[in-house]
């Protein structure tokens, strides 16, 4: 969901010390684009489930088996692990990022702090203001907090951004079991440490592949699936060792007591692993399927220009449920939800890639970058010219 994060970094021409422009979106990473459409998916899909009580978990109707089924599925699917996919994506692109502005003559810490800026002020806290699951708040402020750290991960042995992923996970469940403060500022603020983290094993993984040999095929999507698998098992693992540890206590009256704060943070930990591998193995997948070009490839270029469209296909979404939804809260079915989420990712399939045609960026995309680089940035793709008929000699 950031502007940049899925362009290379390329050198643009200096015309007379003119500041150049920001690059075409001609030199976008599709299988980052595909990897950003997959976790909006899972987001938007999340998103609908949450944004009203479903009338079946209030006792208010039967719970459907189809409906049951379906969001228990999609929970395991993308429960944590399309967030984490989103932050190993910013990662990355901060990287790319970076390198892109060190070659424009530009300032790259402060052209981060200014585009992430915006996303807060701008679009985060009003998003917020309407729905509590938003992650665009959370999201820019974190990446405002990585910003000054971005030289120090990207200097020095290639393995120093993954050492600070590592500090930043094994701090992460002693913040979420011990931090003193209220449960709505806690809910934001114990995330801190294992967004940051997420955000460093990104850094980690571009750093990999802009130091390794192009003319040779990387085996990192493979590795990525693999290492993806194997931390979503430790994950679970881990959440059974907790209850095994801390077993559910309950008080005379049948409540459930708080649970002690080294179940907390094995809880956690648990989260992190599981959100981490999920995440690993879905970039993973994507890539190396993109990277094979047959029919699950030509499926996967379907949500690229998704990804290229996230903010806007995210903060459309919210309005959809806003609208759609929330008069229902407490009435509306599991199945009307999914419905919901699944009928406007359909119709937002078929109209991103009909605006890109015509547009260079979607809507809010191209708000963003204007406010971002303080001025009107064209918004109308310019059709080519074609060549005109040979002269007569």
């Known amino acids: 969901m950031t502007e940049t994060n899925a362009v290379r970094p390329a050198a643009a021409p200096d015309r007379g010390g003119e500041r150049a422009a920001p690059r075409a979106a001609a030199e976008r990473i599709p299988f980052i684009d595909a990897a950003r459409g997959l976790a909006m998916f899972g987001v938007v899909v999340m998103n609908a489930l949450m944004f009203v009580v479903a009338a079946e978990h209030l006792g208010e109707a039967p719970a459907g088996p189809v409906g049951s089924a379906l969001e228990f599925a999609l929970q395991m699917l993308f429960g944590g692990k399309a967030r984490a996919l989103l932050m190993l994506l ?31 002020v701008v679009f985060g ?59 709505d500022v806690a809910a934001f603020t114990v995330l801190v440490p294992q967004t940051l983290g997420f955000f460093c094993v990104g850094i980690w993984l571009a750093r990999r592949e802009e130091t390794g040999e192009p003319e040779r095929p990387t085996r990192l999507p493979a590795a990525l699936v693999g290492a993806g698998l194997a931390g979503q098992l430790a994950g679970v693992g881990l959440m059974l060792l ?25 809880t956690g930990l648990a989260g992190t ?21 047959r029919t699950a490839a030509r499926l996967l270029g379907a949500l690229v220009p998704l990804g290229r469209m996230s903010l806007t296909v995210y903060l459309l979404s919210t309005a959809l449920f806003l609208a759609v ?57 310019t059709p080519a010219r074609r060549p005109g008929p040979a002269g007569r000699g």
Request: glycine share 10%; net charge positive.
């Open 90 to 120: 910013l990662g990355m692109g901060v990287v790319f990022a970076w390198r892109s502005a060190e070659r424009r003559g530009d300032r790259p810490m402060a052209r981060m702090a200014v585009r992430y800026a915006v996303l807060l």
């Open 125 to 183: 806290l009003g998003h917020l203001a309407v729905f509590e699951g938003d992650i665009l708040t959370h999201y820019a402020t974190v990446a405002l907090l990585l910003a000054p750290a971005v030289p120090l991960l990207l200097g020095g042995a290639r393995r120093r951004p993954l050492a600070a992923a590592a500090a930043l996970f094994a701090v992460h469940p002693f913040v979420e079991a011990y931090w003193p403060w209220s449960q």
């Open 242 to 266: 907790g209850d095994a540890l801390f077993p559910l206590v309950l008080d005379a009256g049948g409540v459930p007591e708080p649970p002690v704060p080294a179940a907390t943070a094995l």
């Open 273 to 293: 692993v599981t959100g981490l591998g999920g995440g690993l193995f879905y970039l993973g997948l994507v890539w190396w399927l993109m990277r094979r070009g």
């Open 325 to 381: 939804l929330l008069p229902y809260d407490g009435r509306v079915t599991v199945a009307w939800q999914l419905t919901a989420a699944f009928g406007y990712f359909a119709v937002m399939a078929v109209a991103a890639p009909l605006w890109l045609r015509r547009f260079r960026a979607g809507p809010l995309e191209w708000v963003w970058r204007c406010l971002v680089y303080r001025r009107m940035l064209p918004l109308r793709r």
